[in-house]
């Protein structure tokens, strides 16, 4: 993976990465991007948050590239991945997403979610998975922070080759 390579993040590596103080950090030297959904999630109970834990929604849109796969889209890659129609809505348009940029781009795809990564697994998208700590230290970021355990890249390796294996047998 490489700084000028697409890295789609999920609302959760967002929130996370904002929790940290790293968001603004990787989103001044990294190629990230997500979708609107995510976008719209991380929104969602801003209203019920402390201030220091809001997410500038503009910000968001003005340094990361956001993707709007539509309905029709959607719906075929549904169609064509299973179990695409049974992730939570921001995971559902960023699946979409990653299947078509397919073979278009090098592309790596980061959330912690167990369902989408075992479903990427599924796929043979296990070389695109990455983890927010991995994604960290290639923005070469100046602070060490300590991310949840599920951001980290030892839970991110385990829980692959735990899909791995299941997926092989």
């Given at each position: 993976m490489n700084r000028d390579?697409?890295?789609?993040?999920?609302?959760?590596?967002?929130?996370e990465a904002h929790r940290v103080s790293i968001l603004?950090?990787?989103?001044g030297c990294l190629n990230l991007a997500t979708?609107?959904?995510?976008?719209?999630?991380?929104?969602?109970?801003?209203?019920?948050?402390?201030?220091k834990f809001t997410i500038d929604e503009m910000l968001l849109r003005e340094k990361m590239k956001i993707y709007s796969p539509g309905d029709e889209q959607i719906l075929l890659a549904s169609m064509q991945y299973s179990g695409?129609?049974?992730?939570?809505?921001?995971e559902r348009h960023l699946l979409t997403q990653a299947s078509l940029l397919l073979g278009?781009?090098?592309?790596?795809?980061?959330?912690?979610?167990?369902?989408?990564?075992?479903?990427?697994?599924?796929y043979g998208w296990r070389d695109h998975l990455v983890s927010l700590e991995q994604v960290y230290r290639l923005?070469?970021?100046?602070?060490?922070?300590?991310?949840?355990?599920n951001f980290t890249e030892t839970w991110h390796q385990r829980v692959c080759a735990e899909f791995v294996l299941n997926v092989r047998r």
């Open positions: 390579d697409l890295i789609l993040v999920d609302t959760n590596v967002i929130i603004n950090e990787m989103m979708v609107d959904m995510c976008i719209i999630e991380t929104q969602t109970g801003a209203q019920n948050r402390d201030p695409i129609a049974d992730v939570d809505d921001g278009a781009e090098v592309w790596f795809l980061s959330s912690p979610d167990r369902h989408p990564m075992r479903l990427a697994i599924e923005a070469n970021a100046s602070r060490k922070v300590t991310l949840r355990d």
